[in-house]
């Protein structure tokens, strides 16, 4: 398999990382950076200001890579179709409106989508419409 081929297997691993992020950043059941480093402001160490700076990085590059491959209009539309997914969970009762730590990691999770989702979109068009990003010519 060449390097620039995508699979299934590159989206998952995109989408560990986004789970990686997300919930090393914050998560309901205390243990995350939030917990670790934000609510001891301003006792922090050094080790926590670089693991805070790891964070920011990452998130800087899921980010920016999502915005420039979906857009406004894309995030929009990918946050409207795991929104009303998640308001059919919701609605069919799988998952209580009133259990926050299951609501939260719902979230967490739909956020990490959209990030794997922002990464990947360039390979994915590529692959379905045969349309190559200005980005990715060969110069």
């Known amino acids: 398999m060449k390097s620039t081929q995508f699979s299934w297997s590159?989206?998952?691993?995109?989408?560990?990382?986004?789970?990686?992020?997300?919930?090393?950043?914050?998560n309901s059941a205390g243990l995350s950076y939030y917990h670790w480093a934000i609510t001891k402001i301003p006792d922090?160490?050094?080790?926590?200001?670089?693991?805070?700076?790891?964070?920011?990085?990452?998130?800087?590059?899921?980010?920016?890579?999502?915005?420039?491959?979906l857009g406004i209009i894309g995030i929009a539309l990918a946050t409207a179709l795991f929104g009303t997914l998640f308001w059919m969970i919701i609605d069919w009762g799988i998952v209580a409106a009133d259990n926050v730590q299951a609501v939260t990691?719902?979230?967490?999770?739909?956020?990490?989508?959209?990030?794997?989702?922002?990464?990947?979109?360039?390979?994915?068009?590529?692959?379905?419409?045969?349309?190559?990003?200005?980005?990715?010519?060969?110069?």
């Open 10 to 26: 590159s989206f998952f691993i995109r989408f560990c990382i986004a789970l990686t992020l997300v919930f090393a950043s914050y």
């Open 44 to 69: 922090i160490t050094s080790v926590m200001a670089f693991s805070g700076l790891v964070l920011l990085v990452g998130w800087v590059v899921y980010i920016r890579a999502t915005l420039r491959s």
């Open 105 to 139: 990691y719902i979230i967490q999770t739909i956020l990490c989508f959209i990030m794997a989702t922002g990464m990947s979109w360039s390979h994915i068009r590529r692959r379905m419409s045969g349309q190559v990003d200005a980005d990715d010519v060969d110069v």
